[in-house]
C-alpha cells in the first residue's frame, strides 16, 4: 500500500468514527458534526496535496537562459493546468508543463513556487492543452520508452511522439543555442496485434501499404469522405484507423 494510499484509508476511518459519533448525540448538535466532518476532509485534501507530490519526484531546475526558445509541448512559455494519473492516483487541475526535449512531465506544487520533475515510471497518463498521453514502458510493443501523445485508443491504436532537442549554429552575436523540433513532420506509430509500427508522416501510400487487407474499402472510404493526404492531419488519420477497425471486427 503507498502513502497515499495509507493516508487515505487513516481519514476514512476517522470519517467513520466522527459519523458514528454525530448519530449518537441530539439533533441540534448534528450541524457541528457535520461542520467537523468537513474540516476532516479539507484537512486530508490539503495534507495529500504537496505531500503526493513531494516524496515522488525531484526538483526541476529548468535550462540554461541562454538557450532560445522553450523545450515544452506547443512551445508553452507559462503553467497549464491538466490532469495526471501518478502512482495509482489521478489529479486534476494540476499546473504542469510537458518538456518534450527530454521526455519528462513538469508539475508545480500547492505552495505555486516548486516545480517538480515527477517519476516517469510512476505516470500512466496525462492530459495536457487537449492531448492525452500515455506512458509506454520497457520492452512494449516494439516502441522505446517514454511519452506518447494517443490519437485514437481503438484495437489499431494512432501514437505519435513530440521531440525537441538543442540545435547549436552560429548567429550575429556569436554561437547560439536553440530548441528546435527534431521532426517537423510527425511521426506516426499504429499498433496491429501486440506491436506498434512507425509509419513516418503517413502519406496516403504508407498508410493505404499499412492496410492493405482492406487497401480497396479504405479507398473508397477515403473518396467518399474527401480526405485529403496531401498534409494529413491527426483527425484524418484517426478517422481511417477507426474505419478499419471497424470493417475488420
Known amino acids: 500500500m503507498n502513502k497515499h494510499a495509507l493516508v487515505k484509508l487513516i481519514c476514512f476511518f476517522a470519517l467513520v468514527i466522527t459519523f458514528k459519533t454525530a448519530a449518537s448525540q441530539p439533533v441540534s448538535d448534528s450541524i457541528i458534526y457535520k461542520q467537523s466532518v468537513f474540516n476532516l476532509a479539507s484537512r486530508f485534501d490539503l495534507a495529500i496535496g504537496e505531500e503526493s507530490w513531494l516524496y515522488n519526484g525531484y526538483s526541476f531546475r529548468g535550462y540554461d537562459a541562454g538557450i532560445k526558445g522553450t ?16 502512482d495509482g492516483e489521478t489529479y ?42 500515455i506512458r509506454i514502458p520497457d520492452n512494449s510493443g516494439g516502441l522505446k520508452t517514454g511519452f506518447y501523445e494517443q490519437l485514437y485508443g481503438g484495437r489499431s491504436a494512432v501514437l505519435n511522439k513530440w521531440k525537441k532537442t538543442i540545435n547549436t549554429s552560429r548567429g550575429g552575436s556569436g554561437m547560439e543555442r536553440i530548441f528546435v523540433p ?45 480526405i485529403k493526404f496531401n498534409s494529413l492531419n491527426d483527425l484524418a488519420l484517426v478517422n481511417i484507423v477507426t474505419y478499419y477497425d471497424q470493417i475488420t471486427k
Open 71 to 86: 523545450p515544452f509541448l506547443e512551445d508553452a512559455t507559462g503553467w497549464r493546468n491538466g490532469s495526471v494519473t501518478y
Open 92 to 133: 486534476q487541475n494540476v499546473p504542469m508543463l510537458y518538456d518534450i526535449n527530454a521526455d519528462h512531465l513538469i508539475v508545480l506544487l500547492d505552495n505555486h513556487s516548486s516545480p517538480y520533475r515527477l517519476v516517469s515510471d510512476k505516470i500512466a497518463s496525462f492530459d495536457l492543452m487537449a492531448r492525452h498521453f
Open 182 to 226: 527534431i521532426n517537423e513532420n510527425k511521426d506516426y506509430y499504429i499498433k496491429k496485434g501486440d506491436k506498434y509500427y512507425g509509419i513516418g508522416d503517413a502519406s496516403l501510400g504508407t498508410v493505404l501499404d499499412f492496410f492493405k487487407d482492406k487497401k480497396k474499402e479504405l479507398k473508397q472510404y477515403i473518396r467518399d469522405n474527401k
